[in-house]
């Protein structure tokens, strides 16, 4: 990391970008942790558990288009804050009221979807404030606040036990309140954002061929990461007998490790270019998860393998994110929304299928055999669209490295 890094943008902003972030994604995928309690007690089917752990990560994608056009309109900051505010009503409401059926934990997952959609406030909340040459690094930070999934996969499961899952919920809203008050002291939207634009300007986007190359991409590297996230739990208990606990412990070095190089992968795309780094890292998750399908025999043997497809996740969408402010930085608010959204049902299709997979064919290979293949289509698809960024657009907007 350069030291003019340091001396632009705006710190407590990056801070308090992060920490929303961070814990808004720890109530997200709270339901994969605590999966194998709420399962047990609601005597759910496996394609049960997994649309279950997957209801949050469809509602956080569907939710980012609108919360992305409402931060173009009305900052960041001011819709970060009322997203926070009905996140915790609707954690303090579900834990008042308790929840005691499949379709509860359903409703329950809306209220979490809505906690992932923050991802869409805290990207352009980090971006507008640092200059194209640092925003693989700005967003790598602030979107490393997706390590809130170690948190829910450490913790959650310890307390489910000790104190009940319902009563996780309810504790869930506490760290929320924090972050609510660290963000409305610290937050502040920088005066270089772009005007707000009308509705037919978010269509046009999508009339844009650069702008569905980055949605596809994301949704193998963010879609892969938060899938994971969401169901590793839940695999690990049924694919090798370990307690909940120690389930949860396996899935937070897993997490932890895509979550920590987050930063990294977009320093990394700053150096050597975004579509450099995410071709390498592309290969290596598509040969990860190809062996992870294959039904590896013991957990000591499949843990170096998860940490090695999430590591080549978590470097990827630090890289993701490193170009699309250079394509799109006077639209990164919708483009965020967008990307965002696409991310997040690639991570529902993954965490899905896993539980349909396995009610279907009695194994998880057919769920992790199909997301290999798609991370080695989207090596073949960066593999044709570099040579006409490097030469079109990369040189029009005066990007960075590509």
């Known amino acids: 990391m350069s030291k003019s890094f340091w001396r632009v943008g705006h710190l407590p902003t990056l801070f308090a970008a992060f920490l929303y972030f961070d814990l808004s994604f720890m109530v997200w995928v709270l339901l994969g942790p605590l999966g194998v309690a709420v399962a047990k007690e609601l005597h759910l089917a496996p394609a049960h558990k997994g649309l279950m752990v997957a209801t949050p990560v469809l509602a956080g994608a569907l939710l980012r288009l609108p919360l992305g056009m409402l931060v173009d309109r009305f900052r960041a900051r001011r819709v970060g804050i009322g997203a926070q505010v009905?996140?915790?009503?609707?954690?303090?409401?579900?834990?008042?009221?308790?929840?005691?059926?499949?379709?509860?934990?359903?409703?329950?997952?809306?209220?979490?979807?809505?906690?992932?959609?923050?991802?869409?406030?805290?990207?352009?909340?980090a971006s507008g404030w640092y200059p194209p040459e640092h925003q693989g690094t700005a967003l790598g930070i602030a979107g490393a606040g997706n390590s809130g999934t170690v948190l829910a996969a450490l913790f959650a499961p310890g307390l489910a036990v000790a104190v009940g899952w319902q009563n996780v919920v309810g504790l869930a809203a506490v760290p929320m309140c924090v972050a609510l008050a660290v963000f409305l002291a610290l937050a502040k939207d920088s005066p270089n954002a772009p005007p707000p634009r009308p509705l037919s300007a978010y269509?046009?986007?999508?009339?844009?061929?650069?702008?569905?190359?980055?949605?596809?991409?994301?949704?193998?590297?963010?879609?892969?990461?938060?899938?994971?996230?969401?169901?590793?739990?839940?695999?690990?208990?049924?694919?090798?007998?370990?307690?909940?606990?120690?389930?949860?412990?396996?899935?937070?070095?897993?997490?932890?490790?895509?979550?920590?190089?987050r930063p990294l992968g977009g320093a990394v795309a700053d150096r050597v270019g975004g579509v450099r780094a995410l071709s390498l890292m592309y290969a290596i998750a598509a040969m990860a998860f190809a062996t992870v399908a294959t039904g590896i025999a013991t957990i000591w043997l499949a843990m170096p393998v998860f940490l090695l497809g999430m590591l080549a996740l978590g470097m990827g969408n630090g890289a993701v994110?490193?170009?699309?402010?250079?394509?799109?930085?006077?639209?990164?608010?919708?483009?965020?929304?967008?990307?965002?959204?696409?991310?997040?049902?690639?991570?529902?299709?993954?965490?899905?299928?896993?539980?349909?997979?396995?009610?279907?064919?009695?194994?998880y290979g057919c769920g992790f055999l199909v997301f290999a293949l798609l991370s080695a289509t989207a090596l073949v698809c960066i593999s044709t669209v570099r040579r006409r960024w490097r030469t079109t657009w990369a040189q029009a907007y005066g990007a960075a490295r590509v």
């Open 86 to 125: 009905v996140v915790i009503a609707g954690l303090t409401s579900a834990w008042s009221l308790g929840i005691h059926s499949f379709a509860g934990t359903l409703l329950l997952g809306l209220v979490f979807g809505l906690a992932g959609a923050s991802f869409a406030v805290a990207l352009p909340l």
């Open 321 to 363: 994110f490193q170009l699309v402010p250079q394509r799109f930085g006077r639209e990164i608010g919708v483009m965020t929304g967008l990307v965002g959204m696409t991310g997040g049902l690639g991570g529902f299709y993954l965490a899905s299928s896993l539980g349909f997979s396995k009610q279907l064919t009695g194994s």
């Open 203 to 261: 269509v046009r986007l999508l009339r844009i061929g650069d702008a569905w190359w980055f949605m596809f991409f994301y949704s193998v590297t963010f879609g892969g990461f938060v899938g994971l996230a969401s169901s590793l739990t839940i695999y690990f208990n049924d694919q090798y007998s370990l307690p909940a606990v120690t389930a949860g412990y396996c899935t937070a070095a897993v997490v932890f490790i895509g979550s920590l190089v």
